[in-house]
């Protein structure tokens, strides 16, 4: 991946906006459970980082997913997961298939209020029942006239308490699991959509997470996105954009964490040295920066098939595997080297600890993208190559 210096021009404007609007209240927002969304959308909105590789006609900035990219990495300047994450559920996971397959009508309503940080959007794909088994969700939308009415509920949804619309997937059909569902874009102030409670989460506390049910909740068809029916290959397209923006969020977090130990480390002794002076610590540091690297080139690699239009399904489970589990031994290493300080919720590495957690569960656990990876090199039970 090659950036230029207008690439690093967005870099360095993220950073000094999560410098000046974010950073000085993730402390604030991460002991209430929440932060105003609405507000720091607007901000966002206003300074273009929501649409950036969305189409201008609907006031995005139409670039290609390289910029978008280095928007993501950007964000892991923000010194907590869940800010970044309830971001990304606006831009790449909530969006993506609305801004792909959307009406014009749809994209006006939905889309560009989005881009402009005037409405906060969320994504209902998982279920209590159906969590990474997506063909399992249960939640039925059938026709009435023109309309569709919507029974079912939703759980674990980013960004759930103070949406404006959710990108819903439902059951539109009785035929093959895989070809009776649609994405269906929901108004959160209809009648019948009831919040029901907001989740309260080892990690990720900025970010409300929310149960949602639907009872006899009426929208118009024309609300669908795209093809009825194709709404399973629609959420599987959002997955590996939701996949790669995981991964690439995290990576100058990643570094971070090291860097911070690095510090604390080089400071704190035991036995008449500092500790970072053990050759076992200091060989561990370097071994988890040399894996982030190895992470960042495989993100670069999708990002960069996905920019010329194949396929990266396999690439970005892939990502999705490898950074989940990095995350969690990084963040495990780096507080043991903290000592009885990295156990303590003033330290930052912590969080750091409890936010990587869902790394290696949401959008689809390590053991799906394992399965992912297997059926694309021909090697599932039944299915090998011969």
């Known amino acids: 991946m090659e950036f230029t210096p207008e690439h690093e021009g967005i870099r360095r404007n993220v950073k000094k906006f999560i410098d000046a609007q974010i950073n000085p209240h993730v402390d604030e927002w991460e002991a209430a459970g929440i932060f105003p969304a609405h507000a720091l959308f607007k901000k966002m909105g206003d300074e273009g980082y929501l649409g950036i590789n969305k189409p201008a006609q609907f006031g995005g900035l139409e670039l290609d997913y390289s910029y978008q990219l280095a928007f993501i990495e950007s964000l892991g300047h923000i010194r907590c997961g869940g800010v970044p994450m309830a971001i990304g559920v606006q ?22 209020p989005s881009i402009k940080g005037d409405y906060v959007a969320c994504v209902g794909v998982s279920e209590t029942g159906a969590g990474s088994d997506v063909a399992s969700v249960m939640t039925a939308a059938r ?97 590996q954009e939701e996949r790669l923006w995981a991964s690439a969020s995290k990576l100058v977090m990643l570094e971070r964490f090291i860097d911070d130990t690095i510090a604390y480390t080089s400071q704190r002794k035991a036995f008449g040295q500092a500790i970072i002076d053990n050759q076992v610590v200091h060989f561990r540091l370097a071994e988890l920066k040399t894996e982030v690297e190895m992470l960042r080139a495989l993100v670069y690699r999708a990002a960069e098939l996905m920019i010329r239009g194949e396929d990266v399904t396999m690439l970005a489970s892939m990502v999705k595997l490898k950074g989940g589990r990095l995350g969690r031994v990084l963040t495990d290493s780096c507080l043991q080297y903290f000592g009885g300080m990295g156990f303590m919720n003033e330290t930052p590495i912590s969080r750091a600890y409890r936010d990587m957690r869902l790394w290696s569960i949401g959008g689809g656990a390590d053991e799906v993208m394992l399965s992912i990876i297997a059926k694309h090199m021909g090697i599932l039970p039944g299915k090998r190559n011969r």
């Open 143 to 239: 026709k009435d006239g023109g309309d569709y009415v919507i029974n079912g509920g939703k759980m674990w949804i980013t960004n759930g308490i103070q949406a404006d619309w959710i990108c819903l997937l439902a059951n539109t059909g009785d035929g093959p699991v895989h070809k009776n569902k649609s994405l269906i874009c929901v108004p959160m102030k209809a009648k019948g959509v009831n919040v029901a409670r907001k989740l309260d989460k080892l990690g990720m506390r900025s970010s409300d997470t929310a149960q949602i049910f639907f009872e006899d909740v009426r929208v118009p068809q024309t609300n669908r996105i795209g093809k009825e029916g194709e709404g399973f290959t629609y959420q599987m397209m959002q997955f």
């Open 91 to 112: 831009t790449d996971m909530a969006t993506p298939a609305l801004a792909r397959f959307g009406s014009d009508q749809l994209r006006k309503e939905f889309l560009e």
